[in-house]
């Protein structure tokens, strides 16, 4: 069993639609939570960055934690083509070591 | 702010070459980078982390003579790939971090490596 599992995608929806990303994870010592969107040929840019249980609201997006189902997601409300692109969870086991633990991540496409 | 700057963006070269990659933190000061690598289809996988002045700390796997990594200073981190073979090529990106352990890391642009 992969840390942290991720659909791949592609996910498609029509523009201003409420999309929903999710990552389930396995290790239970896991404590810090990072949403990054990732544009073709560019870096992740960070997006969303968490620590506890239950949501954290950012503008149109919201981060959400459920550390007993081992469970994060991110909504993206009133959906953009400009967030076309590839969605990554990111988590920090901590414990001094915080080298980030990366789903596959989901490419999203908004059709305008 | 927290831009992190990765150079050379695309490196194509025979194998045998070395090949060094810089990573900078442009408006913060980096404690710890990171050097993560991604195969096609796959997922972005840490290799090593490395704190300014001190050696750096290789993921299980990973040959630390193979992927040579100097954080001379608080901006700066490089990484060396010290006789490079095609099942080298990847793409090798770099993160920062200037706040404490936990925190939020910041990513260059990644630099992709083509060994023939």
């Known amino acids: 069993q992969k840390e942290v599992e991720q659909d791949p995608g592609p996910l498609s929806v029509p523009e201003g639609a409420i999309v929903s990303l999710n990552c389930t994870y396995s290790?239970?010592?896991?404590?810090?939570f990072m949403w990054y969107r990732q544009y073709s040929r560019k870096g992740p840019e960070l997006l969303m960055y968490?620590?506890?249980?239950g949501n954290k609201e950012d503008g149109r997006f919201t981060a959400q934690v459920d550390k007993s189902s081992k469970y994060i997601s991110l909504f993206i409300r009133d959906s953009q083509p400009s967030d076309s692109a590839t969605y990554l969870c990111?988590?920090?086991?901590?414990?001094?070591?915080?080298?980030?633990?990366f789903g596959k991540g989901t490419h999203l496409i908004i059709q305008p | 702010g927290a831009v992190v700057s990765q150079h050379p963006s695309r490196v194509i070269c025979k194998s045998g070459t070395s090949v060094k990659i810089e990573c900078r933190s442009l408006?913060?000061?980096?404690?710890?980078m990171f050097w993560y690598r991604q195969f096609p289809k796959q997922s972005l996988m840490l290799m090593a982390t490395?704190?300014?002045?001190?050696?750096?700390?290789?993921e299980q796997g990973v040959e630390k003579d193979k992927f040579l990594i100097n954080h001379a200073s608080l901006t700066l981190s490089t990484l060396t790939v010290t006789s490079a073979h095609p099942e080298d090529s990847s793409f090798y990106i770099c993160?920062?971090?200037?706040?404490?352990?936990?925190?939020?890391?910041?990513f260059g642009d990644g630099t992709r490596l083509s060994i023939l």
């Open positions: 290790n239970s010592a896991f404590q810090y």
């Open positions: 490395s704190n300014e002045g001190s050696k750096a700390t290789y």
């Open positions: 990111a988590i920090i086991s901590g414990g001094g070591a915080d080298g980030l633990t």
């Open positions: 968490t620590y506890s249980s």
């Open positions: 993160s920062a971090r200037g706040g404490p352990v936990g925190g939020p890391q910041h």
């Open positions: 408006d913060f000061q980096a404690t710890t």
